[in-house]
């Protein structure tokens, strides 16, 4: 399972590794099947990639901070800085596709 991380442990878990971080809301329909998506992506990756998820409901200054509008958006970091933003629904092939060409 994903771990959900909050403002006080973000910068501490968002480490040196190559981090997707998933913005989402419980509401958010196409942010549960993208939460799906990542469950299988983050068995398939787990010795290359770390995966995080932020309710910007409940870590509001995250969500101003990656100027967060709409979810469910996807921030890919390395070595803790943000290196490409993902926004909305993507199929499971185009989210590894685009995870593997950061590896």
């Known amino acids: ?42 068995s398939e990756m787990q010795e290359k990639v770390k995966f995080l998820k932020v309710d910007i409901n409940k870590s509001v200054d995250l969500a101003n901070k990656f100027k967060i509008n709409s979810v469910p958006t996807l921030i890919i970091f390395e070595n803790g800085q943000p290196i490409d933003t993902l926004i909305g629904f993507l199929h ?11 590896l």
Do not use: H, R
């Not at 501490?12 to 590794?17: D, T």
């Not at 499971?92 to 060409?101: A, D, V, Y």
């Open 1 to 42: 399972m994903i771990k959900q991380v909050y403002s006080l442990e973000f910068k501490e878990e968002v480490g040196n590794e190559l981090t997707v971080v998933d913005f989402f809301t419980d509401l958010c329909s196409p942010c549960q099947m993208l939460s799906a998506i990542l469950e299988e992506l983050e």
């Open 92 to 102: 499971k092939e185009k989210l590894k596709e685009k995870i593997e060409s950061y």
